[in-house]
């Protein structure tokens, strides 16, 4: 049996299991419109912008909502670009996005500097109902938290994450009480002289926590000191994780949402387990 004499569920299963790779992804849009009706949910499932170039390309993409004919009907599917993204990666340079926010109501998950915060909650859709992680890759200004903070409808996009996750440690922290649903909260510990109790008052703005994750970068056993700052901090509340930082790159966070990458929740949770806490 020759492929187009294939039935259609066959033909899809096997086009999108070799769409879940980016580079195959963007092969098979070239096959025929009606693979590439197929492919391109998964080519922009999970987008990094970690240069210019990649910012205003995808811009210009996202203008892009031509019909493409699907395979096995008459009828052509016409879907913007945005409505296809889950997990978004923007680092420090650019172009302006604001305009692009309101494309993508279904993020799950996004990675963005801290400076590009309140440029996000002023431009994005008053709520995400499918976000629910956000890691900040830098500190920011100073300025942030308190913008933030000045208006409560800039809150509201980040109403429903549950995953939040600082890759540098915050100059002031986010509106917490903005988040209802956070579950999980990670940050790098401040110095291995950080005591326990000092992280108190941030347990008890956060009622919904399940997990504080602190990653911690001590030398010059940064492992032995880990397990150390491990057992102290869960003795003091069993909520309170310590794991070794590791290095983060686009490629990392790549991995993690869209490939079963381990994060860093998981890497707590085997950390604490090895050491039998």
């Keep these: 049996m020759s492929f187009p004499e294939l039935p259609y ?16 992804a963007l092969t098979l849009c070239l096959v025929a419109s009606w693979v590439r009706n197929i492919a391109v949910p998964h080519l922009f ?11 205003l390309s995808f811009l210009e993409n996202l203008r892009l909502a031509r019909p493409q004919p ?13 409505q296809h993204l889950r997990h978004l ?26 400076s590009r915060l309140i440029a996000f909650a002023t431009s994005a859709p008053r709520v995400f109902p499918r976000l629910r992680s956000l890691t900040v890759l830098t500190h920011g200004p100073s300025s942030v938290a308190p913008a933030l903070y000045a208006n409560p409808e800039r ?16 100059t002031n922290p986010l509106p917490f009480e903005g988040m209802p649903l956070l579950t999980h909260l990670a940050q790098p510990l401040a110095a ?20 504080l994750v602190l990653t911690a970068s001590v030398q010059p056993e940064p492992d032995t000191a880990c397990r150390l700052l491990a057992v102290v901090f869960r003795a003091h509340e069993k909520r309170m994780y310590v794991v070794p930082r590791t290095a983060s790159s686009p490629a990392e966070w790549r991995r993690e949402v869209d490939h079963g990458g381990t994060s860093v929740w998981e890497r707590a949770a085997r950390f604490r387990l090895d050491l039998s806490l």
């Design 89 to 114: 990666y923007v680092d420090s340079s650019g172009a302006d996005m604001h305009a692009m926010y309101a494309q993508c109501p279904r993020l799950e998950s996004l990675a963005l500097p801290a």
């Design 70 to 82: 699907s395979y096995g009907t008459a009828a052509p599917a016409t879907i913007p670009l945005g």
């Design 192 to 211: 291995p002289g950080v005591l326990p109790h000092e992280f108190d008052d941030l347990l008890a703005r956060c009622a919904a926590l399940e997990m």
């Design 9 to 24: 569920d066959v033909v899809e299963s096997i086009l999108i299991h070799a769409a879940s790779r980016a580079s195959t």
């Design 155 to 170: 809150v509201r996009p980040f109403a429903g994450i549950s995953h939040l996750q600082f890759r540098a440690l915050p």
């Design 45 to 55: 499932h999970t987008v990094v912008l970690d240069s210019y170039e990649k910012h």
